[in-house]
Antibody
Framework: QVQLKESGPGLVQPSQTLSLTCTVS????????VSWVRQPPGKGLEWMGV???????AYNSLLKSRLSISRDISKSQVFLKMNSLQTEDTATYYC?????????WGQGVMVTVSS | DIVLTQSPALAVSLGQRATISCKTN??????????MHWYQQKPGQQPKLLIY???NLASGIPARFSGRGSGTDFTLTIDPVEADDTATYYC????????FGAGTKLELK
């Protein structure tokens, strides 16, 4: 069945770089796009960016200068890297498969930015 | 960016109908499809897709949930509301790069 699982550090220091991995199963990264969405504690959802089936990417204009999404098709993994982290980047980070909409989501990984 | 506006909260009684609205500042229709989707999120859980392309029920979602609308005005209806439906509901457009509404928290009276 379709599954997505995020992994990465739970704590990142301010100004450092966040690296997250989304490991997928049950579908191919060449058949479905994968997006990253984050949610600060107690707040709403924010779309961050997407890697399309062909490997190209698109980013939220507010994050574009700090964000990079890539993938390893052979490992069924999608990667998120975001630099210059600040406390306001504290959030739960989700990866999600994009069919007609974001039809499958990972459980999320909580990332706290703090010294 | 396309901005989606939702009311912050809605309180309904068990067994009654809940109607959640989402308005956009730009048309999200394109070639016969309305690129509007609805998600349910309960505390501590990931969002769950309920409705895609404005009116299509996602797999495994009960028929108590329905969506309608086009252009810039959309609604999600839950009828009848059950206790398990207390959650926050988000609309999301994919006509352009995706954006979400701020969410509507559904509570029981």
């Amino acid at each position: 069945q379709v599954q997505l699982k995020e992994s990465g550090p739970g704590l990142v220091q301010p100004s450092q770089t966040l690296s997250l991995t989304c490991t997928v199963s049950g579908f191919s990264l060449t058949s479905y796009h994968v997006s990253w969405v984050r949610q600060p504690p107690g707040k709403g959802l924010e779309w961050m960016g997407v890697i399309w089936t062909g490997g190209s990417t698109a980013y939220n204009s507010l994050l574009k200068s700090r964000l990079s999404i890539s993938r390893d098709i052979s490992k069924s993994q999608v990667f998120l890297k975001m630099n210059s982290l600040q406390t306001e980047d504290t959030a739960t980070y989700y990866c999600a498969r994009e069919g007609e909409a974001l039809d499958y989501w990972g459980q999320g990984v909580m990332v706290t930015v703090s010294s | 960016d396309i901005v989606l506006t939702q009311s912050p909260a809605l309180a309904v009684s068990l067994g009654q109908r809940a109607t959640i609205s989402c308005k956009t500042n730009q048309n999200v229709d394109y070639y016969g499809n309305s690129y509007m989707h609805w998600y349910q999120q309960k505390p501590g859980q990931q969002p769950k897709l309920l409705i895609y392309l404005a009116s299509n029920l996602a797999s495994g979602i009960p028929a108590r949930f329905s969506g309608r609308g086009s252009g810039t005005d959309f609604t999600l209806t839950i009828d009848p509301v059950e206790a398990d439906d207390t959650a926050t509901y988000y609309c999301q457009q994919s006509r352009n790069l995706p954006t979400f509404g701020a969410g509507t928290k559904l509570e029981l009276k």
